[in-house]
Structure formats: C-alpha cells, structure tokens
Nanobody
C-alpha cells in the first residue's frame, strides 16, 4: 500500500500563506483521486478539497476562495496552497488517496498529518 507523507505545515500569522505538500512513494500516485482533510482539536475531521485523476477540483465552502489544490504527478506529489489564513484554520491537515480515479466513498490511504497553526 502506498505511503503518503505531508510537509509544509507550521506557524503563521493571520493573513499569511502556507503550501502543504503530500508525496506518495509509488508512481501509481497519478491514478488516484486525492484529498486534503483537516481536524481541529475537539472537532471532527472535515474535507478541505479534492482533486481527481483528471484534475477536477472540489472545495469545501470555507476553502473555495482561499485555498487551491493541485497535483504534480511527475513528482507523485499533491499540494494545498492556503492563502489569507485565519485562526480557525488551525488544525492538523491530512492528505489522502481514494481507491480509484474519482472521489467515491472514503479515502483508502492516509498520511500522518502536518500541523498548521495560525496565531498572531
């Protein structure tokens, strides 16, 4: 099973930006739809954005105007560009791959997560 590793998290001030990366260790990365999710302390994990193998993108309402999901299949890597970050964006961010090319069902493979903290 493919392993995923996220990077790019950190501490940023409100209004700042971060770019998260998610790299898979197999070239079949390109076949699968992927998504970014987040979980804040005391809250359930929620969807942030998804991108399928054909690069069709979908966003949660809070992310649509500020976040951009993308992927570089040549690098087995997906990205989440986050702009104009707010304190409520503070969470652990996870990338995940679905079982196929489309975002059907629940993701099958998860990364360990990367922490994003937005604080003055």
């Amino acid at each position: 099973q493919m392993q995923l590793v996220e990077s790019g998290g950190g501490v940023v001030r409100p209004g700042g930006s971060l770019r998260l990366s998610c790299t898979g260790d197999e070239n079949t990365f390109r076949v699968y739809a992927m998504g970014w999710f987040r979980q804040a302390p005391g809250k359930e994990r929620e969807l942030v954005a998804t991108i399928n193998s054909g690069e069709r993108k979908e966003y949660a309402g809070f992310a649509r105007a500020r976040f951009t999901i993308s992927r570089d299949n040549a690098k087995n890597t997906g990205y989440l560009q986050m702009n104009n970050l707010r304190p409520e964006d503070t969470a652990t961010y996870y990338c995940a791959l679905y079982s196929g090319s489309y975002t059907i069902g629940s993701p099958r493979t998860w990364g360990p997560g990367t922490q994003v903290t937005v604080s003055p």
